[in-house]
């Protein structure tokens, strides 16, 4: 008989959001079944089932098996956090004034502010210190759920070692602590002041020069470009992504975010596996990401702090069966936040998604959009036994009280990595 190593029992309410190990769109994104008195069995670090008491199999518990009475507790799979910024120098609180004095993100950008600001300071930190100051993020991001996360590059730009630097410290986060972390190549976050007049020629750098280097490096799965008004064209994140393609990375987008200037046709044509934040996206763009098979990775903590009030069309991206995941963006300037809770409440209230489509969005979704649904997002047998519990009755009421931290307990691979 199998021995179980982890027990969780009594569940109130149990979402094992089990089904096709895919991107969830249209009527399925908001299907799934909720068990009352739930059981979770976990033999190391692997489902061995998630479901009804009743149906459980036989079963013997190792010596040190730890069990879990999660009477009144909602279980979940853990939380995928498919897009942050996560390693980064410092903060940018000092710019909250100017934002509140009406100039705007990108305003701050041209005035050598906002991510320029935060390149100078990544730069200057070391690799230690960074880890210091991203170890506390992580750790923030672990206690709302969080079990994997997926970071970018993008504060060196033209400074390749930084942009290393950053990688590197992502690397050790994710050997150091309890959670997986994906890493994305975004070298083309922002244009280089000595590239200003010839952006073009930057991305020749990053093609020819970088490319290759991020390839032999050889632990990078995605390549990522702020696609935007005076950042890159979508001509330029085309020629770019087509490339990242060659050198064995899977595109990503970051579209429509302030202004929509084509990042979706770009997505389309270059299979992007998601387009990221698409605020701005029009019925033409939902349509294109639709026919590229491309997962819409929706960010309304960015749209709550660029305090503006617009937010993503998620219900016409239901409508037209475009799976949606949502994220953070954790990052210094538009959303420095780590509360995913939060981010999820905003989709509901703001974007109007049911606590049901949000929450497959930030699990199997999420999941999907690091390319990893065949062995996360969802309590199946066999899946990483990655595992959120939260102290709320039922799911709806973890969105809708909002503002605070639901966790009760988080599991990563089998163990149990944060307790309330
Ligand atoms: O997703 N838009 C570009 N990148 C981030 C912001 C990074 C920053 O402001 O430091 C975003 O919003
Ligand atoms: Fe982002």
Redesign the pocket.
């Known amino acids: 008989m199998t021995k179980v190593t982890l027990i969780i029992k009594n569940i109130s309410e149990l979402i094992t959001v089990e089904g096709k190990n895919e991107a969830r769109s249209g009527k399925a994104q908001g299907e799934i079944e909720k068990i009352h008195d739930g059981l979770v069995l976990v033999c190391d670090d692997k489902i061995l089932y998630a479901g009804s008491t009743k149906g459980a199999p036989e079963y013997e518990a190792a010596e040190n098996c730890e069990v879990i009475d999660a009477t009144g507790k909602t279980v979940t799979p853990g939380l995928i956090d498919s897009h942050t ?1 996560l390693v980064h120098g410092g903060s940018r609180e000092d710019e909250l004034d100017m934002k509140l004095n009406g100039v705007t993100y990108l305003e701050i950008l041209e005035r050598g502010g ?2 320029m600001s ?1 390149l100078t300071k990544t730069k200057k930190m070391s690799e230690d210190e960074l880890f210091e100051q991203a170890k506390k993020s992580v750790e923030r991001l672990i206690s709302y759920g969080v079990t994997t996360i997926e970071a970018k590059s993008g504060y060196g730009i033209d400074d390749f070692d930084t942009e290393m630097k950053q990688l590197k410290v992502a690397d050790r986060l994710g050997e150091e602590l309890p959670v997986d972390i994906v890493k994305t190549f975004m070298a083309a ?1 922002a244009i280089p002041a000595k590239y200003k007049q010839n952006q073009g020629e930057f991305i020749d750098i990053v093609i020819n020069d970088y490319l290759p280097k991020i390839e032999a490096y050889g632990k990078c799965k995605f390549c990522d470009v ?1 696609c935007e008004k005076g950042v890159f064209n979508a001509e330029e994140s085309k020629r770019l992504l087509m490339a990242a393609r060659e050198h064995g990375l899977i595109p990503k987008i ?1 579209a429509d ?1 302030i202004e929509e200037i084509g990042g979706t046709t770009t997505a389309k044509e270059v299979e992007a596996i998601s387009a ?2 698409l605020i701005k996206c029009s019925e033409k763009g939902v349509m294109e990401l639709k026919e590229g098979g491309v997962i819409a990775n929706l960010l309304p903590g ?1 749209s709550f702090n660029m305090g503006d009030g617009i937010f993503a069309p998620a219900r016409l991206m239901i409508e037209k069966e475009v799976p949606i995941a949502i994220s953070t ?1 954790y ?5 420095p936040t780590e509360n995913i809770q939060l981010c999820m409440y905003l989709a509901c209230l703001n974007m109007k998604m049911t606590p049901a489509e949000v929450l497959v969005a930030v699990t199997i979704n999420g999941a999907a959009a690091v390319d990893e649904a065949d062995i996360k997002g969802s309590l199946s047998k066999g899946k990483l036994a990655d595992i959120a519990i939260f102290d709320a009755p039922n799911f709806n009421y973890v969105v809708y009280h909002f503002g605070i931290n639901h966790t009760d307990k988080v599991i990563k691979n089998g163990k149990v990595v944060y307790s309330k």
């Open positions: 910024h906002g991510i935060t976050h702020f970051h975010e990221e934040h960015t963006d990052n210094p300037g538009s959303c």
